[in-house]
Antibody, heavy 123, light 109 residues
Framework: QGQLVQSGAEVKKPGSSVKVSCKASGGTLKDNIVSWVRQAPGQGLEWMGR????????NYAPRFQGRVTITADKSATTVYMELSSLSFEDTAVYFCARDHRSGDGNNLPFAFWGQGTLVTVSS | QSALTQPPSASGSPGQSVTISCTGTSSDVGGYNSVSWYQQHPGKAPKLIIYEVNKRPSGVSDRLSGSKSGNTASLTISGLQAEDEAVYYCCSFAGINEVFGTGTQVVVL
């Protein structure tokens, strides 16, 4: 329970867009906060944005504003991250992660992670 | 939003303790008790080990502990073990956004 399964690796041209999916295994993501975090080769983690499918709202990190869109399908089993105007610097592993509400009411941030999706931007 | 500042590396011998700092500002670390820590082994997804400054998720070793003073949060690993060798990241809520630290490589000598 809680497992997130992401789509496979992508190779994209500069200037194009990529859409990565994140599917809940055995449930929905409707009431969860689902975030996208990326990690360039040999670099640290970078938060890109989040959504709560139940409210169909999303927040984006300032540096990605206007270039990233996070959405969910109607069943809220899959969340998507689309990044446009790709450049070589967007080559990275992209992770989805969801929060978890524990039995005692605590919110555990980024408690469950997908396996990561490598996006390579190459001409 | 700038990344939170962590030392690039920290090390200790088995059984020793190591403490990692995470320095931000009053707009993130200092302004909220929403600091979390993640452990990442090579080629793996990060794992939540501390949330809300000093709470441990179920199943996380009590050798790991967190604290915060002003704009700086800290993670302490007591009784270092070989399995603790990994990169550790802090993360803080920052109003609307989240911001991660630069990461610290912990080496068990």
């Amino acid at each position: 329970q809680g497992q997130l399964v992401q789509s496979g690796a992508e190779v994209k041209k500069p200037g194009s867009s990529v859409k990565v999916s994140c599917k809940a295994s055995g449930g929905t993501l409707k009431d969860n906060i689902v975030s996208w975090v990326r990690q360039a080769p040999g670099q640290g983690l970078e938060w890109m944005g989040r959504t709560i499918p139940a409210f169909a709202v999303a927040n984006y990190a300032p540096r990605f504003q206007g270039r990233v869109t996070i959405t969910a399908d109607k069943s809220a089993t899959t969340v998507y991250m689309e990044l446009s105007s790709l450049s070589f610097e967007d080559t990275a592993v992209y992770f989805c992660a969801r929060d978890h509400r524990s039995g005692d009411g605590n919110n555990l941030p980024f408690a469950f992670w997908g396996q990561g999706t490598l996006v390579t931007v190459s001409s | 939003q700038s990344a939170l500042t962590q030392p690039p590396s920290a090390s200790g011998s088995p059984g020793q303790s190591v403490t990692i700092s995470c320095t931000g500002t009053s707009s993130d670390v200092g302004g909220y008790n929403s600091v979390s820590w993640y452990q990442q082994h090579p080629g793996k997804a990060p794992k939540l080990i501390i949330y809300e400054v000093n709470k441990r998720p179920s199943g996380v070793s009590d050798r790991l502990s967190g604290s915060k003073s002003g704009n700086t949060a800290s993670l302490t690993i007591s009784g270092l073990q070989a399995e603790d060798e990994a990169v550790y990241y802090c993360c803080s809520f920052a109003g609307i956004n989240e911001v991660f630290g630069t990461g610290t490589q912990v080496v068990v000598l």
